[in-house]
């Protein structure tokens, strides 16, 4: 069978058993692995605390593509959905690895320009880019992994909603989708909105320091929204064995996304990936103390239903979500 | 200019100047790198002793072929170049990511058992296979990513060898190279040449246990042979400052060389590359202990010629070698 017939999710979830199967498990117990296979980032025990790591890649022409923006801004969300990993657990990042396959014919100024910009992210995020590898091939990919820590015993994952937790999430989503969308059509708008929706999409921003205050405040569940709202939410739900309700008229919109593309903004808000936001899920008292230091908004509410996203109007009536994100492998 | 116009050393030297020159110094010492870019992984100081990572991609048709060996052969091979570094560093492996890009016209079945292959190398290994990623790309690429550990504060580095250290290697050389030739052209040979061969090539065992042999009798130089014994050995000079003279007449060779090529032999131990046999260089007292315990070779011994690698036959004449090893970039 091809892995486009099989689709992204059940490959993922055949590769997982794949490993279960083979892997010799007394390992994992000897080695203190705490979270493997099957969250935003792998986690185990250090003699002081927790290490996490991650890993991810970006390709040419399947994540981003040459003239959309610099090769600074390639370099930059080369890093910056790894470090996302490692924010969606609530960790903290630290060493950084590079490992960068390209043609022969590749210009040595775009790939400089590239760590230029991979570097400009480290730095901002206390990260040290200590390593990599470059290697040949027929097309461009940057695979990126990071190594975190977590100051507590505690991290973030995706299998701990509880039902009645309140959904929340940091910032806005669907703005990186309406970024490429504007980039990819050339549509013109406003200066602002389109500051506003260029750098969501080509400079998306790692929620470190937001994942730290989930945290700090007792949030146990979070991932980082890569593939969409709605998908990522199904990864909770799915991880948790539980349902999810979201209000419609509880999303928050931007006004950029607004001004820009009135008639989709739903749709990008709900399936729209790539905005490196946080969803998470707590009590509702520990969402308003979150509240009360970084900007976040409730949307919905885990629910008993097995995996099961339902969308509510204000009517309380149910609608059913048109498509769920970002599916790889499959057109 | 293109990457090819450059080459792959160069290059090499490029991003490494163009990361320090954009990288914040302080967080390389406020996150305690005790090596970054330049060694064969990367080390930090945890609180407990240090941590080392490393990353390096296999692609398809540049690192291996399809039919040429099973795709277990496929996975194996892909994490042994990181558990490779790692041992190149004298260090533990501890736990390993990978990230695989792929068409979405792969097969399924070939997907699972590449990964079966990484699991039964990690088994082999302590090393518990804890994350990844999956994405869709138009050729098939795997990266592993190790983490791990150095149980005293000592790792073996590429820029400490000294002058009349003697240059050893752990078991032989070319057998991989040959390996290729065999299964390339498809050579027949008895079949314990074969076999030896074969395993060579597809199997590269990484010589975790030989590296912590090596640090604990106080060997603190060395490197893997990925590259071929010469340009690696190229690597400690660059890296150290120095030159080194090889002794042809000392090098090993294996009989299922000799018997299989022996007509280019001696190229293949000195330019083939693939062995992930590790490279130290050492006192002669150390170097002594060392042999107690597991086979090795002198070879030859450092000198104070800058980088100069020098080939010297029986007689005391100096051979130029013909060809350096593998690189990238440049056919």
Known sequence: MKVSELGEFALIDL???????SQNRDILSRQQVVTGIGDDAAVWRSRHGLALATTDTLVENVHFRRGMGTWEDVGWKALAVSLSDIAA??????????SLAMPPSANVEEITALYRGITELANKHDTALV??????????SITSTVVGSSSGNEVLRRSTARPGDLIA????????????????????????????LRNACLRPQPRLAEGQVLLKHGVR???????????????????SRLGARVEISKLPIHPALKQAFPLVALELILSGGEDYELLFTADKDVIERVAKEIPVTAIGEMTSGRGDVYLVDDRGRILSPARRGWEHFKS
């Open 15 to 21: 590769i997982k058993r794949t490993i279960e199967q």
């Open 131 to 140: 390593g990599g590898n470059i290697t040949r091939a027929s097309e461009l």
């Open 221 to 239: 569940t979070a991932i980082d929204i890569s593939d969409g709202l709605l998908s990522d939410l199904t990864q909770i739900c799915r991880a």
């Open 169 to 196: 999430i940091t910032g806005h989503t669907g703005l990186a989708a309406a970024g490429l969308r504007m980039l990819t059509r050339h549509q013109s708008t406003d200066r602002d909105t389109q500051t506003v």
């Open 89 to 98: 657990m609530g960790g903290l990042a630290g060493y950084a690895l590079i």
